[in-house]
Nanobody, 126 residues
Framework: EVQLVESGGGSVQSGGSLRLSCTAS????????MGWFRQAPGKEREGVSC????????LYSDSVKDRFFVSRDNAKNTVYLEIDNLEPEDTATYYC???????????????????WGQGTQVTVSS
């Protein structure tokens, strides 16, 4: 059984930082890519960043570039999303997702992912 467990969300003031974690277990292949998505109330789910587990290649949406940083710890099967200079517009539920594959890239479309975590809430106050 595949499990993705997120942690690290919380309530912060504008300008603060958070680091979200997502630990994966049970993925059927040794290579996969993982993505971070967010969904604010009344809005569509948005892909913000992703990383390919074997190549380390990353991708960011234009809306978060230079403030969001994705990384991985192979030994812990964990992917991190560091968010700097938080803005009220970053308030959302953040989800990690994973997909097993053999390539070197990753994707920001939610339709490219099979496995999802339960989400962690990030609330930014001004």
């Amino acid at each position: 059984e595949v499990q993705l467990v997120e942690s690290g969300g919380g309530s912060v003031q504008s300008g603060g930082s958070l680091r979200l974690s997502c630990t994966a277990s049970g993925l059927p292949r040794s290579n996969y890519y993982m993505g971070w998505f967010r969904q604010a109330p009344g809005k569509e789910r948005e892909g913000v960043s992703c990383i390919n587990w074997s190549s380390g290649k990353t991708l960011y949406s234009d809306s978060v570039k230079d403030r969001f940083f994705v990384s991985r710890d192979n030994a812990k099967n964990t992917v991190y999303l560091e968010i700097d200079n938080l803005e009220p517009e970053d308030t959302a539920t953040y989800y990690c997702a994973a997909e097993s594959q053999s390539g070197t890239w990753c994707y920001l479309s939610q339709y490219e992912y099979t496995y999802w975590g339960q989400g962690t809430q990030v609330t930014v106050s001004s």
